[in-house]
């Protein structure tokens, strides 16, 4: 695999969230790179990653950020790869509704990838779905993935079947 | 380019919104395919459509819906390539927010690339990033697109500043 | 009664919620069948379990499923039999409102018949109302229990009379 | 069919709406019978309405109304029918919100099977999904039905797929 | 004081939150009943309450309840006394939003004076208030128990003051 | 009778809603005046007008405003007269959820009585309901005009009743 | 007055609404500029106008925008002065909560001067009282402004107190 | 440092809040008073302290109230000089909704620069960036204050970066 994915968040408080990515990716085996970049606080650190990730072999980034989430959709104002955005329900958010909604209505022209409040497993599947479209072994076990994923679900059939009357 | 991008919808009345999708992408030079595929009213035609994409090279689903919209988080649960979900404010919608909720929030391993409610044109152009990962060309005409957005807001900003006084 | 409830849920972990509604069937003395199905993580499984419930003389299907919950509406899609859908407030879910919205808001031609978030009793005693169209016997069941509500009240009112002043 | 859907409405206002509900049963060949009754301006009409609709061979009664929304959830405190409720999207309504939660969010031992905002069609043809657990003739004609829905998505694809690209 | 308030709920569980409006009253000396009062499951208690409520020389109900609340509503639909509604934050209740909105969005014709989110206190206040109409000492106690809010800020004074800089 | 209601609103704009409550109160014969008071734009107006509205036999205070309301909940600190609130869907407000919350949340000691986004009918019968704890005579014009309301559902009944099949 | 307001705006589309922060500050006698800036699709020239500000005299910033609006956020992280957040409620916005939380939930540490959706007439004056702080002259300007919407307020009694009865 | 800064709360419950802003004023050595002034408690109190303010050499309060939060935008509407809100998300409170909207959806005329949820610290900051206005001292210890976050930042890289896989 030539490719990486870039894993970025906004504050270190976002890192029990955003280490789902990692892991996925891991397991997947997927190259990333994980750090974090502050939109609000380090601006010109993010106009540097943003802008270097490609000539680091970075050919998707995963930003997670909560409240005003502004990482996503200006890491993605400042570089052509694809970028997936987390909404992060931090302890300054408003139930969530501000970081999803600060993350996913970008205008058009420059599109986030938004996936669930908190979705950063999702968003570590999905930078390895992206990555696929250039490698089909790992378009192969993302297909395992899958089948791991429906094998839990027969797995949990008997515990809930015998709730069933006699 | 070898692959292409999928684009399909709930209803024919998502198409004024939809084929923002195909408009860019056309701009783009990316090859599609554009039809009808309703989860609730076709779900075997839906089954059937998302197990043999990558057969007929598609490589990106873009899906359209609204209301209670199934049909991107569906077409995710058939097929190991990415899909993007697109909430269409449709008629039958409480302002949108049934349409956002039910494509973004889905469940852990199973995700969706969710754009902003009517965002079908920055579903297009996600499309098209998620296929530059293998098409370097793909990669530079996205660049290209970003410039554009860039000269028209200069082109704009005459006609706003003539409003500042003398 | 020749007639059956299929309960089905997305996750074990909606089984808290879900056990209430085969709870008050039994109490209330008709069949069912409880088992989980996975419309992201099991969809070929779930067209199974809908197209074949007739058949095992199943009539009401209760659906739960938390998030983006796509299993009561496909289900529906699925089978020309009622369809009930719990809203759950799994933990993935945004306060419960894309659980209600994804589930509530299906479009014209696919009904499914919704109940209160986490109202897996209440989908219970409605799956037994459907039933009793076919059941005089049940009929009568249901409005004894609705007798045994009224007095649960009324054994209540004591308690609450004494913070009255003298 | 010997048995009735009782269609009902808190206002003359209700009728562009609660008429869809009449006109598929109609479609369906499930007799009905179509009143206005208002729970906070009719109140003794509507006690009198839910206790008697058994006697006249209602065995599942489809009640809309918009704002506080009051009408579905007391009837089916006064009757052990099925009750359907049909959130309306007045002109006194805020955005439908009011009309979804106090229809949808009945406490346990009361269900309301709620449809969409204005969803008086589904309303319909989930009351007539209901009297075909009696009536095997019904199912096979909502079975057609719903073939009827998928044919007219096929009917569609023409006309989007003409937006594809030579 | 010839005239009394009635306090209802719909359930003993409201009881935290409504006893306050008792204690209110009893600090305000205006006499009151208490009771549960159940909408879903005693509707005809409901009914036979609310219309013999005058003839108990009682001139303002407060009524309190959750969820789909139709309690406050049906109890104004059933008198021409002014009905005093409490939205109870109940636990079936999606963060009390059901609660409000099912009290507070009463067609035109029959009012529910709607107090805040578990503002059974408020209750308690307005009540004395609506029936100091016909009782100046009683409005001299209510203009007395403001004061006394009043001297309750004054005194938290110094407490927060020290928090400033020397 | 000899106590009268005062209606006030935050600006000009608020006429064609408030002025339903004068209407309402015109049918029933109950005396007001009405005016102008801004709690914003005159706020010494506003604590003149709440402090000197009992001299002035005023005994209940409907106040209408939108927004970020205040003038409600500010007359009622300044007055221990009843005050009615009614959030209006003014043309800054975000689909009325600023009006309502701003009017209804009030804290512990300081009760609003809430009506209806718009609601102001419902505030001119309330009002009156409240000046007939002193009045019997008004709340038999109450009792009456109750029952017309419930006239004009039964003469809607013909109307809607023809949409039944034969 | 040495100092001048910038006034920036994410698109040429948001000038109708952001005028009105330009005319409110020539009514005021405050200089200003006004230009486009949009974070995500000139990050660069916004970095440049942030940075550079100070130099150019401005000591306060109005920025406007709709959306996933991040221009006042981001532009509040470049520059020590204050911004001023003014959320449009742009065609691409869910009824303006997207616009209103991306600016509003800034993280600590990065203040956005938010004001009320489409406000932008407000964020003129809010800037005017910003830099009146250097300027007492201004502070009159703008309490003789206070002075007028006073006036105005008095201008309108007539008109609304001839609906009261004779 | 000729100003000060005010901050008032609403109530004592208020301070744990509020405090925040005290100590950021206090760490860039910008003078303040704190005190408790409620608007529906004392709202003589209110009228005085915000009328008074300007003769304490006070030229920005800081205002935060929760629920219906009058309390900001009432002191706007008696000083000219700038208020900032901050929106308490206190035990009486809608999840925060209702004190965010009372504060910031203030009409045209009368701003009140508004902070995010519990964002008192942020309020802090701002008050000081407003007084720098007149204080290139205080502007420069606002850099330095902002150079501190970004080495934060800085500082948590190491912690975060360790959970890349080697």
Known sequence: MKYKVGIIMGSK?????????AEVLE?????????????????????EYAQSAISRDIRVIIAGAGGAAHLP?????????????????????????DSVLSILQMPGGVPVATVALDGAKNAGILAAQILSVADDELLKRISNYKEELKKAVFDSIDEVEKHARK
Chains 1, 2, 3, 4, 5, 6, 7, 8 share one sequence.
Do not use: C, Y
């Open 27 to 47: 397991a997947l085996q997927v190259p990333f790179e994980i750090t974090v970049v502050s939109a609000h606080r380090t601006p010109e650190r993010m106009v």
């Open 73 to 97: 959709g200006m890491t993605a104002s400042l570089t052509p790869i694809p970028v997936i955005g987390v909404p992060v329900k931090s302890s300054n958010s408003i139930d969530g509704w």
């Open 13 to 21: 408080s976002d890192l029990p969230v955003m280490k789902q990515a």
